[in-house]
């Protein structure tokens, strides 16, 4: 009888403990939110998403170097002479076609490595830090503007002028060798005399 009065007396003593703490709280001031509906304000330097301004875009790679896990992925096509892709925000000008930017979120770390070397500061991480997706590959993201019918026409632009530019540069050669070897036609008597 005398240990079930004690376990009884334990009993009630624990509940008031807990009791305690949570009447407590009722007079105290609230730390938690009603996140999602309410959210916290974020750090002046927060890192999360990155976004790529493609306008300012000037292909030098120099992100997808300074990335450490290799997630960024660019390609771009040179632009030919007849084009004029006009100049970034801040004045510089642009001569290629970025064709592909493509950053894997599902193996950026994050780091903003890939911000500061960016001579048009056009890639910035952003606030946007709820973007979960159910499927892996939908963190790939895709920041190239052009279709796919244009950076084929880019390249097929570039093919010619490139074929062009070496059958104008064959013709010259040519044209220079036969000068050359009329030249010494004509010397060759001359120097026989
Ligand atoms: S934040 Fe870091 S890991 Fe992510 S893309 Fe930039 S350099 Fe790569
Ligand atoms: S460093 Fe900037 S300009 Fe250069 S490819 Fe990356 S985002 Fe484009």
Known sequence: MKQYLRNSWDGIWTVLVGMKITF???FTK???IQYPTVKVKLPERVRNRLYVNMDDCIGC???ERACPVSCIEI???KSVPSEDLGTTSNGKKKALHVTTFNIDFAKCCYCQLCVFPCPTECIY???TYEFSEFERNSLNYKFATLTPEEVVDKKQKL???DAEKAAAKAE???AKAEEAAKKTA???PETEN
């Open 24 to 26: 407590m709280h009722m």
């Open 61 to 63: 790679l120099q992100c």
């Open 159 to 161: 093919e010619v002028f």
């Open 125 to 127: 991480m952003t606030e």
């Open 172 to 174: 010259a050669e040519k």
């Open 30 to 32: 609230s730390v938690t």
């Open 75 to 77: 390609e771009t096509v």
């Open 186 to 188: 004509e010397d060759k």
